[in-house]
């Protein structure tokens, strides 16, 4: 006896133009996925970008007072 499970996703539409929409096709055949796959790679990959600059800019003030205080 098999048993199958079945993942539903909810799903809605984003407007896009038709550039964007073949760019994306393309980079889906690439990468070998769907092009939801790939929308969700791309929100993955600019987050993690963004994560990374706030991770790289100088501390506050407030975080070096912070990372500095005395816990004895």
């Known amino acids: 006896m098999r048993l199958c499970m079945l993942y539903c996703m909810q799903s809605t539409s984003v407007r896009i133009d038709q550039t964007t ?3 994306l096709k393309q980079l889906a055949i690439e990468l070998g996925t769907t092009v ?5 790679i791309a929100v993955r990959r600019l987050r993690q970008e963004r994560i990374g600059l ?9 975080e070096v007072k912070w990372l500095d205080a005395d816990l004895g």
Do not use: F, S
Request: proline share 0%.
């Open 21 to 23: 929409h073949q760019e």
């Open 36 to 40: 939801g796959e790939t929308v969700a």
């Open 54 to 62: 706030e991770l790289a800019a100088a501390l506050t003030a407030n």
